[in-house]
Each structure stands twice: as structure tokens, then as C-alpha cells.
């Protein structure tokens, strides 16, 4: 079981572009949440997909867009992105049944 | 407004010592309540996680305890090792919701 896997690792945007990041849920798993992590920050919940469906939705601007795949897979997707943007993002899925939330290693997104 | 404090902000203690990490909540409806260890740049891995009906809960060389009553918990490391080094994050779940909402973390580093 290869756990939760995300892409790219790294990624350096410029202002204004647009960045897509990916998920792949622990196997098993059928609900995936995007979190915002800030340097020196706590992670910030972005939103959480289930079955294909966008079911709960942090404080973030439209910019901020998601997907899910029937295979469970998911995207974050940023428009228009901002200094501001510049962080690690966190993919944790679940099954929905336990309390366990697994993380990914995160993508590490610079906008300069 | 739900929130997660934790303190100190950063501890540096030397290999061998034992130490107490501290996280005030005021989430409520409470669900359950989850350390997690963060090393740099990834994600973070689950240390514990108890429920409202649990004061204490042990992973190795990891105790943490919980008082759902005062909203209060606490992370004791016993016999600190140069990996413990990592900033580690109270996190809370909600009841009725899988988002959680997380701490900014206690950096603790370890020195030989």
C-alpha cells in the first residue's frame, strides 16, 4: 500500500498563473481533504471531496477550485494565484468510517 | 469561533530529557482530538487519537492524556531521541463534521 501520494513535489508559479496539484487516496479510501499549510502555520482546510461531490468548504476564495475521480483521485486546482498562495498543500484521505485521517507528503508550491 | 492554542510555541530540550506539550481547545461539539508529528516540508503522521470517553492514550515512548471537561490536553514525550525533533499539532474534530482543525504546533528540537 503505497499510502497517499501527491504531485508534483515542488512547483515554482509565477502571479497570475494557474496550478493544478494532485492526490491519490491510501487505498481503500473514498474521501480526500485539500489543507493549506502556511510556513510556521498549522494546516487551514480547503475542502473535502466525496464521491465526486465537493461536501464541505473551508474560508477560501472561489480561486480555489477541486476535483474527484471515481477512482477516488483528486486535483486542486488554483486560479489567478498570489503571493499569498506560496505554501505546502496537503492531501489527507479517509474512509469515512474511522476517525483516521492519512496525509500525503505535500506539494510545496512557491508563486513569486 | 472553534479554535486550537498550543504551547509553548517551541522547546528545545536535551536527548534523554522528557518533556509536555500543552493544547487549549474550544471546538465544540467535540469529537475527538489527534497529535500529530511533523517533520519539515512533509506531512503530518498520527501519534494519537481519543475520543471524548478517553483520558489517556499511549504510542511508545508517546502519552498523551485529555480532559474533555476543562477542553485541555497534553503530549508527553518520555525519553527524548534526536528524531523526536519535529514541530507537533493538536488537532480537534468536530462532531458531525470529518474536517479537522488544527493547532499552529509546537516546534520541538532535540538536542545531543
Known amino acids: 500500500d503505497a499510502g497517499v501520494t501527491q504531485s508534483p513535489t515542488h512547483l515554482i508559479k509565477t502571479r497570475g498563473q494557474q496550478v493544478t496539484l494532485r492526490c491519490s487516496p491510501k487505498?481503500?479510501?473514498?474521501?480526500v481533504s485539500w489543507y493549506q499549510q502556511a510556513l510556521g502555520q498549522g494546516p487551514q482546510f480547503i475542502f473535502q471531496?466525496?464521491?465526486?461531490?465537493?461536501?464541505q468548504r473551508g474560508n477560501f476564495p472561489d480561486r480555489f477550485s477541486g476535483h474527484q475521480f471515481p477512482n477516488y483521485s483528486s486535483e486542486l486546482n488554483v486560479n489567478a494565484l498570489l503571493l499569498g498562495d506560496s505554501a505546502l498543500y496537503l492531501c489527507?484521505?479517509?474512509?469515512?468510517?474511522?476517525?483516521?485521517?492519512?496525509f500525503g507528503p505535500g506539494t510545496r508550491l512557491t508563486v513569486t | 469561533k472553534n479554535q486550537v492554542e498550543q504551547s509553548p510555541q517551541s522547546l528545545i530540550i536535551l536527548e534523554g530529557k522528557n518533556c509536555t506539550l500543552q493544547?487549549?481547545?474550544?471546538?465544540?461539539?467535540?469529537?475527538?482530538l489527534r497529535w500529530y508529528k511533523q517533520d519539515t516540508g512533509r506531512g503530518p503522521v498520527s501519534l494519537t487519537i481519543m475520543t471524548f470517553s478517553e483520558n489517556t492514550k499511549s504510542n511508545g515512548r508517546y502519552t498523551a492524556t485529555l480532559d474533555a471537561d476543562t477542553k485541555q490536553s497534553s503530549l508527553h514525550i518520555t525519553a527524548s531521541q534526536l528524531s523526536d525533533s519535529a514541530s507537533y499539532i493538536c488537532v480537534v474534530n468536530k462532531a458531525g463534521y470529518s474536517t479537522l482543525t488544527f493547532g499552529k504546533g509546537t516546534m520541538l528540537l532535540v538536542s545531543p
Open positions: 493544547c487549549n481547545y474550544t471546538v465544540s461539539p467535540f469529537s475527538n
Open positions: 487505498s481503500g479510501h473514498d474521501t
Open positions: 489527507a484521505s479517509t474512509d469515512g468510517i474511522s476517525y483516521e485521517q492519512y
Open positions: 471531496y466525496y464521491e465526486e461531490e465537493e461536501r
